[in-house]
């Protein structure tokens, strides 16, 4: 007896409206803080302790081409597959180490503007403190010659950071504490940059005081007349 067989389905084409990226998920990655995120087993904070230790020594004793997955995998005693799975670039490495030195939302939100900034300023004067002062300026070198690098960093701990700052600012002009008028990221830039100037140029000290008197700086200029 014939059977009538169903007709094939011929083959869905393949839609040419969506391009491969040209760099791998430099706006979808994830960020440093949920690149260690896996559905596996729990994280475990001392092997990121550990990774951004080795991290940062490395920067600072070889720059940003010492990096390698792979180096600092023998470094900390781990399988590489186990960093792989966490970070997928050394650029996210990086990225994740000089973060949790820093903080990703500097500006807890203490209930005051002045509590807000100096929470802020303690996550610098706390990293350049450790071994992140060392490591920073040749950091800095290599991302002026890897645009990678330099967009990786500017995304994934620049843009986290004054997110949370300019959150604390929008609080504070909710209370009335603060003008609603404000050249916010020329303040932002105010507010962090003597503290890499001074790292960078080493000309004067990271000092408790000069987080008192730019937070008192900041204020002066934020709040109403």
Known sequence: ?????????????????RPAPLHRGLRSRRSPATAGTSRGRPRDPSIDREVVTAVLKTLHDGGY????LDGIARKVKRARTSLYRRWPSKRH????????????SPAADTGTLRGDLRAAVGTLFRAFGGPLRQALPG??????????LAETFRHEVLDARRKSMRAAFARAEARGEARGNLELELLLDMLTGPFYYRVLFGHAPISRRLAFDVVEYVLRIARHD
């Open 1 to 17: 007896m014939r059977t009538n067989r169903p007709a094939a389905r011929s083959a869905a084409p393949l839609s040419p409206t």
């Open 65 to 68: 081409r010492a990096v390698t």
């Open 93 to 104: 490495l990086v990225a994740y180490a000089v973060l949790s030195e820093m903080g990703a």
């Open 139 to 148: 950091l800095v070198a290599d991302m002026a010659h890897d645009l990678e």
